[in-house]
Structures are given as C-alpha cells and as structure tokens.
C-alpha cells in the first residue's frame, strides 16, 4: 500500500488561510448586514453567522498547524513531550 504525504511542504497551508480568511470576511459582513429578510429566520441566520465565526477558528488553527510542520499526531506529541521537557515537567508515560 502507497503512503502519501499530504501537505509536507506543498504550501497547503494557504489554502487553509485563505478560507479562513473567507470564511472570516463572509461573516463580518453577514454581521454587519444584520436581519433582513423574514423575522422568522433569525435564529437560523444567527446559527448560520456564528458557524462562519467558528469555521474561520478552525479553518485557521488546522493551517497553523500545516504551516509549523505537525501533519500527524504523533507529532504534535512530540512537540508536547518537547515543551513538557523543556519546562523542566516529568515526562508521561505511555499508557
């Protein structure tokens, strides 16, 4: 069976910035363009609004991520056994 590396130094991680950036630019203006439109469906936009708000968070933390170099896991365990060792923390144990 084939492994693939996705994202390892491809740049994909402006393709993450950019949709947060999106993401992030649709929901300030949906914002600030307020409730037109029927009353009714308020609660709906409202939902609508906050999920761009939270999909620009995540769009954007998932592209920090790719652009720091943690594809795996197992590498971001790494780096928590790094700053747990570099704070001088006991190091867990795998269990």
Same mark, same amino acid.
């Given at each position: 069976? !084939? !492994?693939?590396?996705?994202?390892?130094?491809?740049?994909?991680?402006?393709?993450?910035? $950019?949709? #947060?950036?999106?993401?992030?630019?649709? %929901?300030?203006?949906?914002?600030?363009? %307020?409730?037109? %439109?029927?009353?009714?469906?308020?609660?709906? /936009? *409202?939902? +609508?609004? *906050?999920?761009?708000?939270?999909?620009? *968070?995540? #769009?954007?933390?998932? +592209? $920090?991520?790719?652009?720091? %170099? @943690?594809? /795996?896991?197992?590498?971001? /365990? !790494?780096?928590? *056994?790094? @700053?747990?060792?570099?704070? +001088?923390?006991?190091?867990?144990?795998?269990?």
């Amino acid at each position: 069976m !084939e !492994e693939t590396d996705h994202g390892g130094g491809d740049g994909s991680h402006w393709w993450w910035a $950019l949709a #947060s950036a999106a993401q992030l630019g649709w %929901g300030v203006f949906s914002y600030r363009t %307020g409730g037109t %439109g029927d009353c009714r469906l308020m609660p709906v /936009k *409202a939902f +609508g609004v *906050a999920s761009l708000f939270v999909g620009a *968070a995540a #769009s954007a933390g998932f +592209g $920090l991520l790719r652009a720091s %170099g @943690i594809h /795996k896991v197992d590498d971001l /365990k !790494e780096v928590g *056994a790094n @700053i747990r060792t570099g704070l +001088g923390v006991r190091p867990r144990g795998t269990g």
